[in-house]
């Protein structure tokens, strides 16, 4: 039995997508445009009042504002024409890959911020890769046309270079700069201009034409600029690939728009693009069985655990990606991992501006679910069915330290902070064999600055980090338990155990890692773990 009707109709109406880009390109900018124009929020002088409004929301987190970085991510939700777009919020900073990558196995579709003077940027390019594993479909918004920045065949040309993807130009930016007039849409032949003001006269800006040959442009624009797009656009649109739906949705081409986040050119464009080609839910890997959108029953997974996010209460939120079935408030849902039945009395759903209870949500939807710890990322919930989603690793960190406490009486706050930080994934701890000093791993440097600050400023607990012997940590098995157990009993002084009991080495460098990974044929080492 698949769902009902109603139950299907939502599905399909339902568009879960991130946000990928280097910092600067216009990330933060550009989902505050699109929350504006999908009616989620308002922006009464929004431009000038933006680095205060971004303060604002995030003041739970210190270091959020002495880096002006945003660290973690969250979820908005807003609906426009009848369908609801679930935007994933992932943390731009380059250190933050762990997290950002969880959030990218939680979406359906991703769309890629290029800033127009620099190209593909090298965070842009590795959060690319990530999607292309996950055969994630990318729509390419070229940000910032009205200011001087590379010729756009130059930045076609490099997304398909550099990407290997096939490019699609939807649109096309009428003069760039100082000679910048608007976007041509180049599938519904609009033309986009220069609002009057920043008041949302909009509107007003746009002209249907009958083709690139329609003598109005001449007067929308100048005779010259006229000639130029007509010559621009039609080379491109001979030149490259025609958009292909079905090549998108394999993740073998992407839609390329123009535009100006900050201009509010091709903003609603990209709305229009997601609602009309980006995939709604799809089927997400599990074992024994790939779970499908239409299958009646509630499953879902943790991407991410949030602690404290109100320092005033000390509350735990775990973001469930629903994968199946309708979830109604008060369902009973089993944690698989544990066996465990969990009441989900108060779920929440994420607008741009409030959080409000959920009362029944669809696959796509993510829902926080208020808890006391028992729930960690990677976990699955279902109705009792015994399947696990996979795909959801930890990674090997690159950065090892011996956690020092300040006041040595603080010995069980500091376990508990550390303990809740690894819960929502903030960090990993080790537990050598021999010794008594925690170990945290992190995979880069900005994580230890945030750990710090918040085991100061949540759990009263003043710590620093000094240098550990280790610089890399692998999980280690092996088909023959008796062998791995003597690996064990000869590293014992290398060896530690994660959370989960599982036993990792840790070397002092990448050399001795893999003198020892050689020499030891029958065990492996791997720098990810799947959590189950
Ligand atoms: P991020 O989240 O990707 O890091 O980028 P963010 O939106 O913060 O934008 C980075 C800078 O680029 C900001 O300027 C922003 O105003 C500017 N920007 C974003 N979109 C556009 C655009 O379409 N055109 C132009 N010309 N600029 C754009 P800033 O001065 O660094 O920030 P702020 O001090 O104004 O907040």
């Known amino acids: 039995m698949a769902l009902a009707d109603r139950d299907a109709a939502a599905v399909a109406d339902r568009r879960t997508f991130a946000i990928i880009s280097h910092p600067d390109a216009g990330k933060t900018t550009l989902t505050e445009k699109l929350l504006y124009f999908g009616g989620a929020i308002h922006l009464a002088g929004e431009v000038k009042a933006r680095g205060q409004n971004r303060r604002a929301r995030s003041d739970w987190m210190k270091i959020e504002q002495q880096r002006g970085i945003s660290v973690t991510s969250s ?206 839910p799809r089927e997400q890997p599990a074992t024994p069985r790939v779970v499908e959108p239409g299958d009646p029953a509630v499953s879902g997974f943790i991407f991410k655990v949030q602690a404290n996010m109100n320092p005033q209460h000390r509350d735990r939120v775990a973001f469930m990606r629903l994968c199946s079935g309708r979830f109604r408030r008060g369902m009973k849902l089993t944690q698989v991992q544990t066996g465990k039945t969990i009441a989900v009395h108060s779920p929440i759903f994420f607008f741009a501006q409030s959080r409000e209870l959920a009362d029944e949500a669809f696959p796509g939807d993510i829902i926080g679910i208020p808890n006391h710890g028992a729930l960690r990322v990677g976990d699955t919930l279902t109705e009792g069915e015994q399947i696990r989603f996979t795909g959801l690793p930890s990674f090997a960190p690159e950065i090892l330290r011996r956690v020092k406490l300040g006041d040595p009486t603080k010995t069980k706050q500091l376990r508990n902070a550390l303990n809740d930080l690894a819960e929502e994934g903030v960090t990993q701890v080790f537990r050598p064999m021999i010794g008594s000093n925690w170990i945290v791993g992190v995979v880069g440097q900005l994580q230890l600055e945030v750990l710090i600050s918040r085991i100061g400023a949540e759990y009263n607990v003043d710590a620093g980090f000094e240098p550990s012997p280790w610089e890399t940590a692998r999980w280690i098995a092996a088909d023959d338990e008796a062998k791995l157990k003597a690996f064990i009993e000869e590293k014992r002084s290398a060896i530690a155990e994660d959370r989960d009991g599982a036993p990792v080495f840790m070397a002092k460098d990448a050399w001795e890692l893999n003198y020892i990974s050689q020499r030891h044929a029958d065990i492996r080492f791997t720098a990810t773990k799947e959590r189950h």
């Open 75 to 280: 979820v908005m939700t807003f609906e426009r024409d009848g369908i609801t777009f679930n935007l994933l919020d992932t943390p731009g900073h380059e250190d933050f890959s762990e997290d950002t990558y969880r959030t990218l196995t939680a979406v359906d579709s991703a769309v890629m911020v290029i800033d127009a003077a620099k190209g593909i940027e090298p965070q842009t390019r590795k959060l690319f890769e990530v999607c292309r594993i996950r055969n994630v479909p990318i729509i390419t918004f070229v940000n910032k046309v009205d200011r001087e920045g590379k010729e756009p065949f130059a930045l076609l040309d490099e997304i398909a270079d550099v990407l290997a993807l096939d490019v699609a130009p939807m649109s096309w930016p009428v003069g760039m700069g100082g000679t910048f007039k608007g976007i041509y849409d180049l599938r519904r032949n609009r033309l986009f201009q220069r609002a009057p003001d920043a008041t949302g006269a909009y509107e007003g800006g746009k002209a249907n034409l009958s083709g690139l040959d329609d003598p109005r442009l001449e007067e929308l624009v100048t005779p010259e600029i006229a000639a130029h797009v007509r010559d621009e656009a039609e080379l491109a649109m001979a030149g490259y690939a025609a958009f292909d739906a079905a090549a998108y949705r394999h993740g073998d081409l992407t839609p390329v728009y123009f535009g100006s986040a900050l201009k509010d050119f091709g903003v609603e464009q990209l709305i229009d693009a997601l609602a009309e080609f980006a995939p709604p």
